[in-house]
């Protein structure tokens, strides 16, 4: 999940080698990777909101309004509000389109994820909003808007690209409800394990490869007096990507994707589900994460990993950016999150990040769906997206001439590795519902501090689920 996030700066420390401290989405990372009260809230009244707005296609045809080479002015809503180094990215690219569609004014607004979200199902709803919009892409995010029919079916552009071929199978899946394909996935993401190589080296521990190397250097930098884990939960989402690693490190994806969508059959009461948490509640026993965390913002508890106070911080490829910005080039390295369950190939929290979609309204859906085939397919899109630690949701891998930033490496690295193995599965508690999600955001909290048992956790979220499932009918 978010699952990706957008987070404010905060300063650098003194003697930091970098004079401002930068995040950028991490997903829920999303979600992330979020106001799921808001969208909540949104989705329970959605029904009634569209009523004033435009009639959504029912085909995904491309025919209506202006074409490819005729003028038009679009607007889009990106999440990238508190993402400078990203903006410049799609600002790039905007303009070379514009250089060859010059009859086209591409409009971008930027917004933090938490206001894209707060604002987009009501402004979708009146019609009158952007002709395209950079979502969360999950059944709880997009799917809601999708179900509300506030989105351009995108089929008739998917076949007019070939956007089908070109995205892997499991990313276009992500992104497809009622048989429609209602988004593009922009980015792939997964949870994995961020590690201080300089500190490791310097505390002679070696890497993390498996869980026992994970295990045994948790305790030798609590021994250093070095926090083993980072983390902060103040912001209640980050316990997603930290219960979520174990869980796909743990549990087969056929388990996760029971509780993780509202058609699956499973129940977060299942055993296996319950011994992963469990398993995070021990290392908050052993004193191995970051004493008080419930009050300790994301912001903070990676500024402790960026400043070399922690050594291992368990959380998604959407840091990437931040990581190579904050911290000397060789200090960090990034590996897959070590699976637990050995019989299990290896498996990752993650999936697909933000989504290009274009509004049911918009009076251009032709040139929207241009302008996104060139931002996101075109090759120069993919390399600038890759560059700036975008991992991209079709198999496109550098060329042989072009040298990667060596955590965009290792991130790509982590993505594919799952890929290929076990699979990225969801964003914890924040794919099926935001009825599900309200409850984690209720729960987890108090879980991890210890004042209710996994068992309540989990009956708490069963319940949730139950609800968001018959309510689907």
Avoid at 201 to 207: A, K, L, T, V
Avoid at 227 to 238: Q, S, V
Wanted: proline share 7%; net charge positive.
């Amino acid at each position: 999940m978010v699952h990706r996030r957008q987070h404010p700066r905060f300063p650098s420390p003194p003697g930091s080698p970098v004079e401002t401290i930068k995040t950028a989405p991490t997903k829920r990372t999303a979600p992330t990777r979020k106001v799921f009260a808001v969208l909540l809230a949104g989705s329970l009244c959605l029904t009634a909101c569209v009523g004033n707005s435009a009639e959504a296609p029912s085909t995904g045809r491309l025919t209506r309004g202006p074409q490819p080479g005729d003028a038009a002015t679009l607007t889009v809503l990106s999440q990238f509000g508190d993402n400078p180094t990203l903006q410049k990215v799609l600002n790039r690219l905007n303009e070379a389109y514009h250089r060859k569609n010059p009859k086209v004014t591409v409009k971008i607004q930027y917004l933090t994820l938490d206001d894209l979200t707060k604002s987009a199902p009501t402004t979708l709803a009146s019609g009158a909003g952007p002709d395209i919009i950079d979502y969360d892409a999950g059944e709880s995010s997009l799917g809601v808007l999708a179900k509300s029919k506030l989105l351009l079916p995108l089929d008739a552009a998917a076949a007019k690209y070939g956007w089908k071929k070109k995205l892997l199978p499991n990313i276009a899946a992500r992104t497809t409800y009622g048989g429609q394909m209602l988004g593009v996935g922009r980015s792939s993401e997964a949870v994995g394990l961020f590690y201080n190589a300089e500190l490791f080296r310097r505390n002679g521990i070696d890497p993390p490869r498996d869980h026992a190397g994970f295990e045994t250097a948790a305790a030798k930098l609590r021994s250093a007096g070095v926090t083993p884990i980072t983390f902060g939960n103040k912001d209640l989402w980050p316990s997603s990507h930290l219960l979520g690693a174990v869980l796909h490190a743990n549990v087969p994806l056929t388990t996760i994707n029971g509780v993780e969508r509202l058609s699956g059959k499973g129940s977060w009461s299942d055993p296996g589900i319950q011994g992963s948490f469990d398993l995070v509640r021990e290392w908050i026993e052993r004193g191995w994460v970051t004493p008080n965390f419930n009050g300790v913002s994301f912001d903070d508890a990676a500024k402790q990993f960026f400043t070399g106070k922690a050594g291992m911080f368990i959380e998604g490829t959407g840091l990437t950016p931040d990581v190579m910005e904050n911290m000397r080039p060789g200090t960090a390295e990034f590996v897959p999150f070590p699976m637990i369950n050995q019989a299990l190939g290896q498996q990752a929290e993650g999936g697909v990040g933000g989504a290009w979609a274009i509004s049911a309204a918009a009076k251009a859906p032709a040139i929207a769906a241009d302008w996104i085939d060139f931002v996101h397919f075109s090759p120069e899109a993919e390399s600038a997206w890759l560059q700036a630690g975008v991992l991209p949701t079709t198999g496109y891998g550098p060329g042989s001439g072009t040298t990667l930033p060596a955590l965009v490496g290792d991130s790509l690295a982590v993505v594919r590795a799952a890929q290929s193995a076990g699979g990225l599965g969801a964003w914890t508690g924040y794919s099926s519902s935001p009825l599900v999600t309200e409850a984690w955001n209720s729960s987890a909290q108090r879980f991890l501090d210890g004042r209710i048992s996994a068992a309540k956790f989990t009956a708490d979220l069963q319940k949730a689920l139950a609800s968001a499932r018959q309510a689907r009918g």
